[in-house]
């Protein structure tokens, strides 16, 4: 084990609040979901039990129709706005009332085989069952609510949701939105972090119009997907969801369950995601369903298709020319935001830092589609980044240097994932 393991370890036991892991504990004090999905990662590295309990604490927070929310407030700290008084759901715990990106059934596969491999199977067996029904009636929520007219692709109905907050993605889609009547608060997010590395005023204002929004209509999200003023199709929660439903299928086989319901979601997504390819650009990107436009952009998500398990010689050509100049470009793989475009900027959150969860998740498909010296970048980059300068929350594709929250979670997650 080397020292950098011996870290990234320490980092996931400081930040443990008993049964969940907060992200970083001045910036995010609370359980984050997707956060939490790859924090299993790292656990189960070291502490298996402990990984599968992060899950399960995660969805013993799910409403009953099946949503799982993007935070749990499972405790009370005023560190970080808008805490639970502003989301208002109602629930116990409190929760915010939008989700995130579902990495969870992948990682509970990931999980699985390796509780398998250990032979540990039987052991582990009834947490799988249990777990198995959770994630069903998530992704299940998501195809009645997220994907009503069965498109094929996820709807995000708040930039938060995307898990890729400040990408310019969500620039044009979200110019509808009405920020007039949004009101005084107090940011948190720049009282812990230089302010040049996170969203804008503007951007502020529009995630909380849209919290103010769903809150109103009583997070009712039937109501919510027919009338919200940002409805965009996200390509990175439509890559992660696909993906997902297919570990979800070789967990339902693994488990003798059945899986159609699930075969039914992959094949949809399989004849529907094409509307996210932009033939002009020549990219996988998102769509805003408003006016149909697709935004044109070469992001760190736009390289999720591998992962997603699509194979369409035409266009992995098209990413793989997009990956090798945006290499040449960056000293480090992969910036959430293609530098040649005139947005890019090297520290701001989602607009050019490299994110090691995103990261992850490229490697493993560029390597299981059969590209391997650019999955091999992708992973010894993110590796030298975090040797470099240690485990923040993101960092500057240029010259390394750490950007947002230091001792993340999901960095050290990802360090141990991809070390041992
Ligand atoms: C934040 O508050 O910055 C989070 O990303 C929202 O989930």
Not at 280 to 301: I, K, M, Q
Request: aromatic share 12%.
């Amino acid at each position: 084990m080397t020292q950098d393991s011996n870290t990234a370890r320490a980092i996931l036991k400081a930040n443990d609040r008993g049964g969940y892991t907060v992200p970083n504990g001045r910036v995010y004090p609370f359980q984050w979901n997707w956060d939490s999905a790859f924090v299993a990662l790292g656990f189960d590295t070291f502490d298996r039990d402990r990984a599968w309990t992060e899950i399960e604490t995660l969805f013993r927070a799910q409403w009953p129709d099946g949503f799982v929310p993007h935070i749990v407030f499972w405790q009370e700290d005023d560190g970080y706005f808008p805490g639970p008084g502003v989301w208002d759901s109602g629930r116990t715990p409190p929760t915010s009332g939008i989700t995130q990106p579902p990495v969870a059934a992948t990682v509970v596969r990931t999980l699985w085989d390796s509780a398998a491999a250990a032979g540990q199977s039987e052991h582990y067996r009834p947490r799988a069952q249990a777990l198995f029904d959770r994630l069903l009636g998530w992704h299940r929520w998501f195809a009645e609510h997220r994907d009503a007219n069965r498109s094929g692709v996820v709807v995000a109905m708040h930039p938060w949701e995307t898990g890729r907050d400040n990408s310019p993605e969500w620039d044009v889609p979200g110019v509808p939105i009405d920020v007039s009547n949004v009101g005084e608060y107090t940011r948190r997010d720049t009282g812990h972090l230089d302010a040049k590395m996170r969203p804008t005023k503007l951007e502020y204002d529009r995630y909380l119009a849209l919290v103010q929004f769903g809150r109103a209509a009583g997070w009712d999200h039937a109501a919510i997907a027919r009338s919200n003023p940002f409805r965009v199709a996200d390509v990175g929660m439509s890559m992660i969801l696909l993906r997902a439903n297919r570990d979800l299928l070789a967990l339902a086989q693994a488990l003798g369950r059945n899986g159609d319901e699930i075969a039914r979601w992959i094949a949809d997504a399989e004849a529907g995601i094409h509307i996210l390819w932009d033939a002009e650009r020549r990219t996988w990107c998102s769509r805003d369903l408003l006016t149909g436009r697709h935004s044109g952009y070469v992001t760190s998500a736009s390289f999720l298709s591998f992962y997603a398990g699509l194979r369409d010689p035409e266009r992995d050509e098209a990413m793989m020319a997009h990956f090798d100049r945006i290499a040449e470009r960056v000293r480090y793989m992969v910036p959430s935001l293609d530098p040649d475009d005139t947005g890019f900027q090297m520290i701001r959150y989602w607009r050019g830092p490299v994110w090691a969860v995103v990261n992850w998740m490229i490697g493993q498909g560029l390597a299981e589609a059969g590209h391997e010296a650019r999955a091999k970048r992708v992973r010894s980059d993110t590796l030298a980044l975090i040797q470099g300068s240690g485990f923040y929350e993101a960092f500057n594709p240029l010259d390394g240097s750490g950007s947002g929250g230091d001792d993340f979670s999901w960095t050290a997650a990802i360090a141990l994932a991809w070390q041992t």
